[in-house]
């Protein structure tokens, strides 16, 4: 039951005007760490593998199997997803390894072509049962060429869903990928716009660059899906270099692998209560999204190493 399906979380999300943390995954601890945080958290959560990250280990599948292997164990709802796909074929590799959420990126291509293209893509993955995400407005920041001064045009957003008959959209308001800083400004305005114009889940990519309080700024204008890459490897790279300091002797990958994995998940629990309401407060927001999709609390003495234990420390060969 863990793992669920996309539209059974944002669905909730949006009607109810509420954040999902989507996470793109680089390697296994990332995937841990991130659901060990939802579980914290009592959240529903996304692990997102990018096009760059399945070229990054060779082939989709391996980093794919790990990530569905983990939403499984989850006790709260957990989607895999893939994130940025540019090439049709990754998408149906991915549907067939049991990857039930997509994003065919086809932003670089001419309106037409992108519609075009894009309604294929997702003729193909709704006839089993894979949600689709795609992207108008080329947000900035891949490949370093695009400005962050891009934006969607909520009427062109309104033909292109209607075109495509996607799932998600995701929009260009502000945010850029790969941001170090977290300083971008948020046409805050632009995505009540967009929101009331179009009617499928907005997804906002980029948002590392994002501070907090413009984060809930965002999804209180109407941003349902909140994409979060850049902000975990700082925290996961910064952790690490800091332990590798620490201690000059150290070899075992497992020791600074958890202290890395360990920063991640602490920086998703902050991450989630910005997006998804205050965590510290009675859960119930949270609660009835996960609810809403069957998700009915943790198993008592369930599974093996859930929560606190799936990010038990370093032991020993
Ligand atoms: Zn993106």
Redesign the pocket.
């Known amino acids: 039951m863990p793992l669920s399906a996309m539209h059974d979380i944002t669905g909730p999300a949006r009607a109810a005007g509420r954040g999902i943390g989507a996470f793109n995954v680089i390697g296994i601890e990332h995937a841990e760490a991130i659901v060990a945080a939802a579980e914290r958290a009592g959240a529903p959560v996304v692990l997102q593998i990018?096009e760059n990250c399945a070229a990054y280990h060779g082939a989709l599948e391996p980093i794919a199997r790990a990530c569905l292997a983990v939403a499984r164990s989850a006790t709260v709802p957990v989607v895999v997803h893939l994130?940025?796909a540019t090439n049709p074929d990754l998408v149906y590799e991915a549907a067939r390894l049991g990857v039930g959420s997509v994003?065919y990126?086809a932003s670089q291509l001419p309106y037409e072509k992108n519609v075009r293209m894009t309604a294929e893509v997702t003729r193909w993955c709704q006839q089993r049962n894979v949600w689709v995400e795609a992207?108008l407005g080329e947000?900035g920041?891949?490949n370093g060429v695009h400005s962050p001064s891009a934006r969607t045009d909520p009427e062109e957003a309104a033909s292109y869903v209607a075109a495509t008959g996607i799932d998600a959209l995701?929009v260009a308001v502000g945010s850029s990928?790969a941001m170090l800083s977290r300083d971008a400004v948020l046409d805050i305005e632009l995505i009540a716009r967009i929101r009331q114009a179009v009617g499928v889940p907005l997804?906002l990519?980029?948002s590392s660059g994002v501070p907090d309080r413009d984060l809930a700024a965002a999804v209180r204008a109407g941003m349902t899906k909140i994409?979060i890459?850049t902000q975990l490897n700082k925290v996961f790279t910064t952790a690490i270099r800091q332990s590798l300091a620490d201690d000059g002797t150290m070899v075992d990958p497992r020791r600074y692998g958890a202290a890395g994995r360990e920063a991640v998940a602490s920086e998703v629990i902050r991450l989630l209560g910005a997006i998804g309401g205050d965590i510290s407060e009675p859960l119930s927001s949270v609660e009835r999204t996960a609810g809403a999709a069957g998700y009915r609390g943790p198993t008592p003495g369930g599974r093996r190493r859930q929560g606190p234990g799936r990010l038990a420390g370093h032991r020993s060969p």
């Open positions: 990018s994130d940025h994003m990126d992207e947000i920041g891949k995701a990928h997804v990519h980029g994409n890459a």
